[in-house]
Antibody
């Protein structure tokens, strides 16, 4: 059974830093691209960042470029999100998600998600 | 960036109803459109990918159609467990943007 379990979400002051982790199990982690998607309170979903299987490529939404870093440790089956210079608008539940490329349709999906970790940025 | 819209933001329906949810893209995305269901306090769950392909394990009462800029998710025979928020998401170009969601609640 595929499982993704996020951790690390806390209350942090504006300008502060925080690192989220996502522990993966039930699949060969090193075979998959992985992403972070966030959801502000009572709001919709926003893709945040994506990383290639070997970590050689990373992509970010414009609003976090230069502040957030995505990384992974395939030996530990873990995904990370380092968040610096946090702002109130970064307050959200952060989901770890597995990227799946369907060769039959040549399309990408987020096919498995973790339960989410709440990050609150407030003074 | 490609903008996704989902009018209306909410709709009311009864168990057994046929429900259609609309999603529009600001430019053509061919058939690179996914649908997710999210219940309160839970993670999203993939229902439909590539506009009309049913994800494994998803009940057959869910179906998707459309291409280009107009897409629909249809629930044929709404069940109590289907009351939730539904999001569309384009995977045509990065950033892979989501629609604002359509909440389906009980009439």
């Amino acid at each position: 059974e595929v499982q993704l379990v996020e951790s690390g979400g806390v209350l942090v002051q504006p300008g502060g830093s925080l690192s989220l982790s996502c522990a993966a199990s039930g699949f060969t982690f090193s075979y998959y691209w992985m992403s972070w998607v966030r959801q502000a309170p009572a709001k919709g979903l926003e893709w945040v960042a994506t990383i290639k299987q070997d970590g050689s490529e990373t992509y970010f939404v414009d609003s976090v470029k230069g502040r957030f870093t995505i990384s992974r440790d395939n030996a530990k089956n873990s995904l990370y999100l380092q968040m610096n210079s946090l702002r109130a608008e970064d307050t959200a539940v952060y989901f770890c998600a597995r990227d799946e490329f369907g060769y039959d349709t040549a399309s990408w999906t987020f096919d498995y998600w973790g339960q989410g970790s709440l990050v609150t940025v407030s003074s | 960036d490609i903008q996704m819209t989902q009018p209306p933001s909410s709709l009311s329906a009864s168990v057994g109803d046929r429900v259609t949810i609309t999603c529009r893209a600001s430019q053509s995305i061919n058939s690179y459109l996914n649908w997710y269901q999210q219940k309160p306090g839970k993670a999203p769950n993939l229902l439909i990918y590539a506009a009309s392909s049913l994800q494994s394990g998803v009940p057959s009462r869910f179906s998707g159609s459309g291409s280009g800029t107009e897409f629909t998710l249809t629930i044929s025979g709404l069940q109590p467990e289907d009351f939730a928020t539904y999001y569309c998401q384009q995977s045509y170009s990065s950033p892979f943007t989501f629609g604002p969601g359509t909440k389906v609640d009980i009439k």
